[in-house]
Each structure stands twice: as C-alpha cells, then as structure tokens.
C-alpha cells in the first residue's frame, strides 16, 4: 500500500515539552515529532513553548512533506493563561494550570460571586489567575496557553469552549458571563471563545516558512485532556478512557451534558456530544510510595488476577479524596498489609480498579450514559494483570487505543473539521 500524505497537524503543547502529531485523512500516524523543554523552568516561558513548536516542525519536514498539510490544531494545559501587550506579545511568563493566583484576594472574590456550579471555582482556578494578569500594568489581552499558540501560527486571539471552560466561560449561553466584571476583570480582554474544531482562518507567513502551504488552516483547538481522549479513537456515546497515570482521571462520552462540581466533575462540549470525567486521589503515585519502579515487573509476574485477594483497599497518599467521594478527609484505607509484597501489590491494584468502577457508576447516577467500553492511557496501562482485575470489576469490553499521544487527538479533532 503506498503511504498517504498527512492531512492534518496536532500541536500538544504540555508541561514538559512539545509535540506535534502528522495524520492521514485517515486518521493514521505519519510521523511524531517531540521537543523536550531543556528545564523546569521553561515550561510556563511562552518563548520556550514556541522554540519546542519550531524544533518539531522543523523535525517533521525530515521525515515528511507538509505540502498536503490541510488543517492544523494546537492544544494546551487546561487552564494555563498568560497576559499579552497590545502587540500580542507576552507581559512576562505564563501562569500555569498548577499554580494557585498569586493574590487570594482575588481568590476570595471569586468565591463569593460565582455560581457554585461554576468550574472556575477553586483555589486554582484560572478565571482568578487571568483577573490576577488583566490588572498587571500594559495588559490588552488574557489568552490560554493554545490560544497564544494558534496565534504564533497566523490566527487572532480566540479560544476554544474547552480552554475556555475553566477560565468562566457559559457554555449554555455561549458567552462571558456578565457576572466576571464583578471581579475587577472586563470581559473585553479575553479572547472570542468558538466551539472546539471550528475554522478560523489561513495558517500565516511564519507557518508558511516550515512548508505548510497557503491552503492550509487554523481550526480552534482543544484542553490536553480532551485531546487524550480524542487520540485513543473514542467515539460513541458511552465510552470512557481511563488515564492510569500518578492519579486516576476518568472521562466518559456523554450525550447531556454532567456538572457535578462538589464531585469535582464538569463536562467539556465537544464534537457535539460531552465529556465528562472527574479525577480521584488514587493512583501510580500510591504504588511507588510502596514499591519502586524496578520492582514492578517481578511482582506483576507474581499477580493472580483470577482469583482477588479479599483485600478492601482504598489506597491513597494521605488522607482526602474529590472523586468519586467528595471527602476532605477520608482516610487511606490500607490495611492489613500481608506478608506477601506481590499480594499487597495486587490489592492495590483491586483497591484502584474498585475505584475505577464507583467512578464510573457516579457519573452515571448523576445522568450520564451507561459505560459500554473502555480505553486506557498512562503508565499502568501497559500492565497486562492489572487490565484483567480491572476488567473483572468493570464488566465492560476493554478497547485497544488507538494513539495515547494527545498531539493525534489534537490533529484527529482537525481532520474531523475539514469534514
């Protein structure tokens, strides 16, 4: 079979580094091109998030031509904003998603007058980070990390529904909510907010010096969360991903839409359906904290998925969860603790899959659809004992991902807008 041309471009721009995807009009992989940044301290440098765009695709020209390039997406760390000059050009570094807004007072504030189903609550909410930037001296413009982006590549500042979600944005309305002037904050300054995968506009000159002809086109972008998903190949009502990484982090597809905000779950909309998902305490991090990376094999080659250990783990760090229990102080639950490292081992991985499966019976007692199958990400996913126990529990058909890179997600999310 001769190899087609990529089609569509997915830009992942994430907390330590860059890539970007290369996809057929069949969604298939041609080419994955990945910019480590050099230090921690690079990954709120807006200008270090560029030099990673240009070094992949400067890599991507290597390996394939991008004159068949159609449409190009970016997406970005779910609540990273940063406060541009009248010129589009960053006042300083970015406030990252991670990072709590550097004035409480403005955290108080918020508190006090958004709706309490509001996902731009919270003490790391980025509405406060982006009131906290619009009051700094010289500010024209709030954007989100991909939106800056997206604009280095020839569009104007807007953003995407799921950026923008965090930030405050009324997805019912399909607006700026009157009720953020009350924060000092004029709606004036943060970017015109479209659906995800909407066309904005041609790629411009910078974009054009890597090979991407004049054809090509900016489609609104996307969170990095909602792009993971996007990349395993998810697409039916009722589908969940599963992200097995140091927390677990489910998502399922939905056709209403899920706001549960004391559960710490929200809906992003998307592709004209909704994801919901919300993300637990638990996870890889709870293991390491007992067994070492190195350990792991030997002790996954001693797990015996078909026969459960009994064990009636809840295993977290230290006490408080937010999903699936909205418990602040809910204690690990981690006892007894056998002799036996591998059958400790495996009652963690119950304890975590247990977990897994309230999750998803949550979202569902809330109104979301049943779950019909299910996809995995992250680190654990690649542990073929640990997806039989969480099978066992899930009862639901385990699906291969199609990608796990979220750049493909992104680059899927552009495809399907040429369509």
């Not at 020209?61 to 589009?88: E, F, H, M, P």
């Not at 909510?177 to 015109?192: F, N, Q, T, V, Y």
């Not at 979301?368 to 004992?385: D, F, K, Q």
């Not at 640990?386 to 991902?401: E, K, N």
């Amino acid at each position: 079979m001769i190899p087609k041309p990529p089609r569509a471009l997915g830009i992942d721009v994430g907390s330590s580094g860059v890539r970007i995807a290369a996809l057929d009009e069949d969604g298939r992989t041609c080419a994955l091109a990945a910019e480590r940044y050099r230090n921690a301290a690079q990954r709120d440098d807006p200008a270090a998030w560029w030099r990673g765009v240009e070094a992949c695709l400067e890599d991507l020209t290597r390996k394939v031509s991008l004159q068949d390039i159609a449409a190009v997406a970016v997406d970005g760390t779910s609540g990273t904003v940063l406060a541009l000059d009248g010129a589009g050009a960053p006042l300083g570094r970015a406030l990252m998603y991670d990072v709590a807004c550097p004035d409480p007072h403005v955290t108080a504030l918020l508190e006090a007058i958004a709706p309490a189903e509001s996902p731009a609550r919270g003490k790391h909410s980025a509405l406060a980070r982006a009131a906290f930037l619009a009051r700094q001296p010289a500010v024209a413009r709030v954007v989100h990390q991909a939106d800056w982006i997206a604009m280095q590549l020839g569009g104007g500042p807007v953003s995407d529904e799921n950026n923008a979600l965090k930030t405050g944005y009324d997805l019912t309305a399909r607006r700026w909510p009157d009720w953020i002037a009350k924060l000092g904050l004029d709606p004036a300054i943060l970017p015109e907010v479209v659906p995800a995968g909407t066309v904005l506009c041609p790629v411009g000159e910078k974009a054009r010096t890597f090979g991407l002809p004049a054809s090509a086109v900016i489609v609104s972008g996307t969170t990095d969360g909602c792009a993971s998903f996007l990349a395993t190949g998810a697409g039916d009502v009722g589908d969940g991903v599963t992200a097995l990484g140091s927390t677990l982090v489910l998502k399922l597809l939905s056709d209403r839409e899920i706001n549960a905000p004391a559960y710490g779950i929200y809906s992003h909309r998307i592709a004209g359906m909704w994801l919901a998902g919300g993300a637990s305490n638990t996870g890889g991090a709870v293991i390491r904290a007992y067994f070492p990376d190195d350990r792991l094999a030997e002790l996954t080659e001693r797990l015996n998925p078909d026969r459960p250990t009994g064990l009636d783990y809840y295993p977290l760090l230290r006490p408080g969860e937010r999903f699936p229990v909205n418990d602040p102080a809910l204690a690990p639950r981690l006892d007894p603790r056998p002799s036996d490292d591998a059958v400790f081992f495996q009652g963690l991985l119950e304890g975590i899959a247990a977990v897994e499966a309230q999750g998803y019976a949550r979202l569902s007692e809330l109104g979301a659809p049943a779950l019909r199958a299910v996809r995995s990400v992250g680190g654990g996913a690649a542990n073929a004992a640990w997806m039989r126990i969480r099978q066992r529990r899930l009862g639901v058909p385990f699906l291969q991902a199609a990608s796990t890179e979220a750049a493909a997600g992104t680059a899927r999310l552009a495809l399907r807008a040429l369509s």
